[in-house]
């Protein structure tokens, strides 16, 4: 069965590290996709996370959704705390001071601490070549502070800080490609990832939690409340941005690109467009606009995975 | 149990404000804020799981019988598992009337 | 017991005392004028004296970061910075302490910018004087020394469990070159025992930590850190009194020197304590009734020694290396009014912020503070503060 079918589902380990009683949206496919890279990690995992949603909901005192050892320390620097954790272990392991344990280093936060105010915290760890693995869940915007704009905000997205007016679109900047900037730090494993195809999440989670060294996966989590869609389609708006190839998935391994899912039907990016309230101001020569935008990127990564024209 | 946070006095607190009883969350009750209930035509469902690995909350468990069905105590209602089915056996029914 | 006595740069001594400590990690970003410690320590690392992971970070914020991970899984820690170091990692400083993660940091005191200056005074560390560290402060290179192994237990000890901050005159102390008498392994390793931490994070006991506090329970969370931060006296006085029992070098939180029959006398921070003995030795010598108050303890703030050396005297001359812009005067001296408020035939204090960013307080302007300032209380002049030396 290909990991893009869902129809396995039964087979995925029942244990839940991150339990029921956070406080996400109903239908945050954010929350969702915890869910999942923890499924995938197991309890031999420590977690560092930046302040944002998923911190906030997932830890009011005295309350934790957390199955394993959990910590949260400021919005801007998960990468370097689990730098220290890391460290600290394995100092301590090789000095006879703990027993030795094969153990997940993780750090965790949104795309604003991600590609925002951690970005250079993040840029040093990879550098640093840290055993660890970062997963940023990247929403598009700041959702835990009111749904600002981030540097990983898509071009016309309308937020409470890029508002749409008269005489603006929105979010007139192009998202940063987190994914590349960390590729560009030489380390073993990146990825894509998105939460509606779980199967490749839980997959690439494992890699790269595997994988000796920095390893770096962008998991794009569909945020219902910020982008102004019905709780009930947030996988249907991940799977469409996959289908448009606005946001490709893709792995990169020692360097190498390789393609992780081709649609069969490339489609117009305008079925995902349409329907989110975020992008409701856009004119159809906007969206063509951004249709060619797709096109142009999507060609540059077919050819970087070795299946371009 | 954790205590109620309002109920929590200074020399309750551990050191470092840590939380050692993990996974305590499932105290908090999200079933609450549901307006609608997704409700399981078992006899349709093929038992594909598909609902219980979409759902953000982990609120959809295996009846003994193999069917799945919406654990109430924390569904918040979203509706994401009634699009997912394959079959479309789940729908979603206001919890009010 | 093998003590051995060097000639050596108290930074060197420092880092040196730090690889006895056995230290885990360190992460630290060179600044001046703590370069010199971090420099040699991860030259201990390179060359195999001490078994430690060394985190190159790129930035003070990231380096206190660093340091917060390795705590909480309960490996020994130590970072150093000064300065704008401090200030960029401020946030993080508060929440070590916050988190209750016992790292010890080398402070080497500078002024903060602007105008940028490299040199020594006092209001990096009054920038975070609030955060809920431990805040010693050392006067030599061998109490410098001594410090990181009574840091260390201090911090570490569970009914403890805060940071702990070494406060050392930058250049002033760091660049020194004194005779240090230093300790065997043997002695360290039974002063100071290996971390045990009760919630250290790892997966056969989970737990979690920095979690979010509702108005509902984040008064309880502060009340704990305060009682934390007041109880760690305790253990500060006996960590110190056991180091002066195995080395014969005590500690006490507030010095004192030719106070027995003092009426009046100067108080210091940090390194200019010496200067300050050597000219209440030649005030005496003219009849001057004077003496020497040192705080070494700068938090918990040690009210109780301190009154106890203050009353009875007539005046407390307090020399500050900062300034509370449009505040009362020194943050140290409107500490010890405050100490003293309300309490009977407390003394009079006059105040001076002298030595800022580096400016030379020789014995001559120490002369000057002690005998204007006694002139200045017998007046009654002892509202706001004096900014020592300042031209116009
Ligand atoms: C230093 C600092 N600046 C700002 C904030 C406020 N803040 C908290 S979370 C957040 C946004 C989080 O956005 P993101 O990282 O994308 O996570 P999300 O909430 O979207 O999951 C902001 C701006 C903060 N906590 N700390
Ligand atoms: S705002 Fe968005 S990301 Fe945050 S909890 Fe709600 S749905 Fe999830
Ligand atoms: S409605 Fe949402 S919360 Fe409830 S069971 Fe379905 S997916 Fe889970
Ligand atoms: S998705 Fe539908 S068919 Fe599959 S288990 Fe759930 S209810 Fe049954
Ligand atoms: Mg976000």
Redo the contacts between chains.
Sequence with gaps: MDKFS??S??L?DKT?N???????C????E??AV?HVMKALG????V?MATGCM??I?????????????????F??P??????????????M??G??PY?K?NYVAMGGDGATADIGM??L??AL??GHDFLYVCYDNEAYMNTGIQRSSSTPYGASTTTSPAGKVSIGQHTQKKNMAQIAVAHNVPYVATACSSY?FDLMDKVKRGADTPGAAYINCLSVC?TGWRI???????YGRLAVDCCIYPLYEVIGGQYKLSYKPYKKVPVTEYIKGQGRFRHLTDSDIAFIQGQVDREWEKILKLCGEGK | MAKPMEKITWQEIETGSVVTEIGNARQYETGSWRSERPVVDAGLCIKCGVCWLFCPDSSVKQAPDGHFEADLVYCKGCGICAKECPVGCITMVSEEG | MAKVRKGIEVSIAMSEAVAQANVDVIAAYPITPQTHIVEHLSEIVAEGHLDAEYVPVESEHSAMSVCCGSAAVGARTFTSTSSQGLALMSEIFTIAAAMRLPVVMALANRSLSSPLSIWNDHSDVMSVRDAGWIHVFVESGQESYDHVFTSFRIAEDPAVMLPVAINLDGFILTHMIEPIEYEDDETIRKYLPDVKMKNALHPDSPVSMGCFGMPEIYTEAQMHRQVGVVNSYGTIVKAWQEWGDLTGRYYRPVETYRTDDADYCIVTMGSYGETAMEVVDSLRGEGEKVGVIKLRLWRPFPFEDFRREALGKKTLIVVDRAISFGGPGGPVASELRSALYGVPGAPKIVNYVAGLAGRDVARVDFRNIILEGKAKAEKGDTDGFTLYGVRG
Excluded: Y
Excluded at chain 1, 43 to 46: L, V
Excluded at chain 1, 59 to 72: D, E, G, R
Excluded at chain 1, 79 to 92: D, H, N, P, Q, Y
């Design positions: 869902v129809f589902a039964r995925v839940e991150f339990t029921s009683g956070h406080r996400a109903q239908g945050c496919a929350a969702l869910r309890r031999d995992t420590i560092a911190e906030i997932s830890s009011p005192l005295p309350l934790t959704s957390w199955k394993v050892p959990w910590i949260h320390n400021a801007e620097n990468s370097a705390v689990i730098s220290g954790v890391e460290s600290g272990m394995k100092a301590m090789r000095k001071k703990l344990k153990i250079g915290q840029s040093g550098e640093r779980p219902p019905p709780t009930e389609d947030a996988i249907k």
